[in-house]
């Protein structure tokens, strides 16, 4: 079994900035992409930034430029770097990550359990 756990999140002004991680941790054979989703009240989820374990990322137009997302292979752990915060980013923020427990076995997809990231002006 792959557990994810993420922290971080928290209450902050506009402009501020907040870094949320995410640790896998389970019978791990690799993790490829990892990346976090996040879902505002009546919203559908939609993905903020994505990251391969050789470091390609891929980052929603809506938070380039302000979020970085990295991450720390040898600790399967994932972070998001969110710098000059807007109210439109409030939202529950999920980590996810693609998941192999054995060489060429299938990958299988792993949430985090979510975490509050509200941004008041």
């Known amino acids: 079994q792959v557990q994810l756990v993420e922290s971080g999140g928290g209450l902050v002004q506009a402009g501020e900035s907040l870094r949320l991680s995410c640790a896998a941790s389970?019978?791990?054979?690799?993790?490829?992409?990892m990346a976090w989703y996040r879902q505002a009240p009546r919203k559908q989820r939609e993905l903020v930034a994505d990251i391969t374990s050789g470091g390609s990322t891929n980052y929603a137009d809506s938070v380039k430029g302000r979020f970085t997302i990295s991450r720390d292979n040898a600790k399967n752990t994932v972070y998001l770097q969110m710098n000059s915060l807007k109210p439109e980013d409030t939202a529950v923020y999920y980590c996810?990550?693609?998941?192999?427990?054995?060489?060429?076995?299938?990958?299988?997809?792993?949430w985090g359990q979510g975490t509050q990231v509200t941004v008041s002006s």
């Open positions: 389970g019978s791990i054979f690799s993790i490829d992409p």
């Open positions: 996810a990550a693609d998941v192999r427990i054995v060489l060429r076995g299938p990958r299988m997809r792993y």
